[in-house]
């Protein structure tokens, strides 16, 4: 055998196990879904582009990371719906930890997720999806995002700059 093919065979097996631990995922609420369907997508296409796109046709994939994927946002529920059950394994990981600097260094780990999911991915509304399950229209679509932009740029600065806003409020 081809050593490319070896290869390719390697990342399909490591694309459908990514895929059954995140289809598993999907009705275990103590399993993540979204990290093993993307490291799904990434194993298949490294693997072989047809299966790729028969991946990115699943109801599977464009129900939980067609907007991720396409727009790098996601939805209030769909974010706590992966941070609560990720921080549920670190906080037990960290209970039964006896070294203090591996517990600080879980508490700092669950802190930057938390940081970073509120502020560098945007949030969408429930109601708002990628249009292309509602036949292309995405004029809706777009203005959402937009407002979810301006608001998510809003905050940032809020954040970066807590100081001048605070003296505002005051004087």
């Known amino acids: 055998m081809k050593k ?7 990342w399909l097996a490591a694309g459908f196990l990514s895929m059954s631990v995140g289809m598993i995922g999907v009705v275990l609420p103590v399993l993540p879904t979204t990290p093993f369907l993307l490291l799904a997508s990434f194993c298949l296409a490294k693997g072989s582009d047809r299966f790729h796109r028969w991946f990115t046709g699943t109801k ?8 991720f994927v396409t727009n790098r946002s ?20 960290m209970l039964v930890m006896p070294n203090i600097y591996g517990r600080l260094f879980i508490v700092f780990l669950i802190i930057f997720k938390y940081v970073y999911f509120f502020t560098r991915i945007r949030t969408i509304p429930a109601g708002v999806t ?4 509602e036949g292309g229209n995405r004029s809706g679509y777009q203005k959402a995002l937009l407002k979810c932009q301006k608001r998510h740029e809003k905050e940032r600065f809020l954040l970066l700059f807590p100081s001048i806003t605070f ?3 005051i004087s």
Do not use: N, Q, W
């Open 4 to 10: 490319r093919s070896i290869f390719r065979i390697i």
């Open 60 to 67: 599977l994939y464009k129900k939980h990371l067609e907007d």
């Open 74 to 93: 996601m939805t209030l529920k769909t974010k706590f719906s992966l941070l609560i059950p990720a921080s549920a394994m670190l906080i037990l990981a």
């Open 130 to 133: 990628s249009g292309k399950r």
């Open 167 to 169: 003296s505002t409020v």
